[in-house]
Structures are given as C-alpha cells and as structure tokens.
C-alpha cells in the first residue's frame, strides 16, 4: 500500500484552527464553541480517513487480511488449504500372541485425558495391512504390529508428543495396549495469510505448464506441509536418463501414505511437459539418535528440564526437510535454548561427533533421543 500522508486527531483539528484564523481572529481555547465545532469536524475526517485506508489495504493481496484476502484470491479461483489432520504410526501390543489380532480401519485411539483422538486409516505402505479385510492384521506369534492414524481434529491440536496416545476407546480382541512409538507433528493449521500470498506468486509463475514452477504449484496446491525435490535427467539409481526426472514427496512425516504418492503423481501428470518420464517416490528415513548429559540450573527439576530437552531435541530433528543435513554442533544450540540448563555436555550424534549427511532422497527423522 501507498505511504499515505495521514493525520491525527490534533493535527486536523490544528489545520482547522489555523485556516479559520487565517480569516478572523477567533478564539480556539479550551471550551470555546470555535474549539468544539473544529473538534466535530476533525471526528468526521478521521472516520472518512479511516474508510479510505480500510478500502486501501482490502484491495490488495499483499495488505488484505483473512476473509478479505479470501475474497481477493477468490477472483482468480484460489482458495485457502485447510488444516491437515496429523498422521502417524501407532503400535498395538498384546501380551499373549497366541491367536492373531484385526485391527479395523476406523479404530480409535485417545490420549490419557481424551483430549486428543486419532482413527486408524488404510495405508498399504504398511505390510500388515489387508485390503481384502480392510484392517490390519497381527499374525499369531507376533506381539506387535504397527498401523498408520490419523487425528480427527485437523489442525496442530492433533499433534502428540512421544506415547501420549495409550487409550483404547474400545476393546480390540487379542490387543491389549497401543502407543505411539514416535512424536507426531505434521498436523497443520489452515493456510496462514503469508503463506496463501506467497503460494498465489507459485501460481502465476503455473501460468507456463512443463516447468518447475509448475510442478511447485501443483504440490504446493495438495494440503499444507508438502515438501519434495525434484532431480532432472538422472534416474533414482543416479544414472544419466534424459528426458526422465523423479520426485522425492514428503508429508512431514517421512513415510507419506500410498494416498498422497499417488496424487502427487497425478498433479504432475497434469503439467508435466509432453513427451517425459517420471516417477514420484516416498523418502528413505534416515534415523537420528542423540545422547546427552544435561545439568540442570538450581531451583529446577532435573527430570523436567532433561524431558524439555528430549522434545526439543526431537521437535528439531523432526522439523527437518527432505535433503536437509543435521548439524552435530546446532543439537547444543537448540539444548542450551531450554529453560533451566546449566550444562549439556557428551552430545553423541549416532554415537559420534559427525553431522549426519541426508542426500535429496532422504529425509532425516528423530530416533531415540536420551538426556
């Protein structure tokens, strides 16, 4: 918006007096009828500008906030994302395997206090799920089995930290626990206002279909929190192929459902340039364990403040994107950045000193962080 030359309530009443006392002498001190009549009209030239820098900043995308932003993207057929639900792993356990176990898609599992409820959905990625069966199925011999949920609150309320989710809402026969194995956090709130201006920039630069920004758009326009990198004329195995390129998509979670690879492909498909190959794929996880030993300061909780470190540790490591390196030295910074320590010294980083390298394929995900 254009720097307006705007002014307050003294300076118009001032700009009054002084036209008015240009004409006449008139008095303008303190409850005059000179001074409430300029006061009366100041009042109606604030609101007027008022009216003038509201109509400004609600026609332009870059100003405009919420629903007004709603309706301006409107005009080009751009909506905003709405949240995403979290999806995770969750384990079911039973203490005697002697029979196997059906897990049903649609199952649910709550947090302690029922604040947070995830459903169990289909997922063939995952080798104990049976689409004949629609469920999951834990042979007999096997104590474990993991299956794919999904929170049914969108959004980052769906977010559970390392086994929050450990109540059944109802009995599964031969399952007699469940847990989480893993922080989940690619629950995401609806589209922010910067982050719909910026996806309409990857709009415009849609406009010529069989390009990069293209293929960024068409990912980008799926649901919030997709990340991916695309390699050109080379095949997976990192041989030469011209005229082939492959995408590597992630959802946060590293192991993206079945679901989304396939709609990955099928954005692509749709402005991909004639006459090329490719194939989207899954990430490869590599797995990042972390010990430490923390002090903590006087006046805290030792146990508190070594858990606090553990979930920021975690949070970091999971935050990472596809192709993004873990730092072994940044894993102090983000320690010391808790309240309460005093000391964090030992940092192993998959038992050593050395960053932990992650090629566009890759992603790295946090495994068993110790403090």
Request: charged letters at 10%; hydrophobic letters at 45%.
């Amino acid at each position: 918006m254009a720097n307006l030359n705007t002014l307050t309530f003294s300076q118009v009443v001032q700009q009054i007096a002084t036209a008015a006392q240009a004409k006449a002498p008139l008095p303008f001190n303190l409850g005059s009828p000179e001074l409430a009549l300029a006061e009366a009209d100041a009042s109606v030239v604030m609101w007027l500008q008022s009216l003038i820098v509201d109509v400004l900043a609600t026609t332009r995308a870059s100003t405009s906030q919420g629903p007004d932003l709603d309706s301006w993207m409107a005009d080009f057929g751009l909506t905003r994302l709405p949240a995403t639900n979290a999806t995770g792993t969750l384990t079911f356990s039973r203490y005697t395997a002697t029979n196997a176990a059906t897990i049903p898609v649609g199952t649910q599992v709550q947090s302690q206090d029922g604040a947070v409820t995830y459903a169990v959905i289909a997922d063939t990625t995952q080798p104990l799920f049976s689409v004949a069966l629609n469920a999951y199925l834990i042979p007999a011999g096997i104590a474990s089995g993991n299956v794919t949920a999904q929170a049914v609150t969108p959004g980052a309320a769906g977010n559970v930290q390392i086994g929050v989710l450990t109540s059944l809402t109802s009995s599964i026969q031969n399952v007699d626990t469940v847990t989480n194995p893993a922080a989940i956090t690619n629950g995401i709130d609806a589209e922010t206002d910067a982050a719909f201006r910026n996806r309409f920039q990857l709009y415009l630069g849609s406009f010529e279909k069989g390009t990069k920004n293209a293929i960024a758009y068409a990912l980008a326009s799926m649901q919030q929190g997709i990340t991916y990198t695309l390699t050109e004329n080379q095949n997976y195995a990192g041989a030469q192929q011209l005229g082939y390129f492959y995408v590597v998509v992630d959802n946060g979670t590293g192991s993206p459902p079945s679901a989304l690879i396939t709609a990955a492909a099928s954005a692509i498909d749709a402005v991909r340039p004639v006459g090329t190959l490719f194939n989207v794929y899954a990430p490869v996880i590599v797995t990042a364990n972390v010990t430490c030993n923390v002090t903590a300061q006087p006046g805290y909780s030792a146990a508190t403040v070594q858990a606090n470190v553990v979930t920021a540790v975690t949070n970091y490591i999971n935050s990472l994107q596809l192709g993004q390196p873990l730092m072994w030295s940044i894993l102090y910074s983000v320690a010391y950045a808790v309240p309460g320590v005093q000391e964090v010294s030992g940092l192993l980083l998959n038992g050593g000193t050395a960053d932990l390298p992650c090629t566009t394929q890759q992603v790295i995900k946090a495994g068993t962080v110790t403090a």
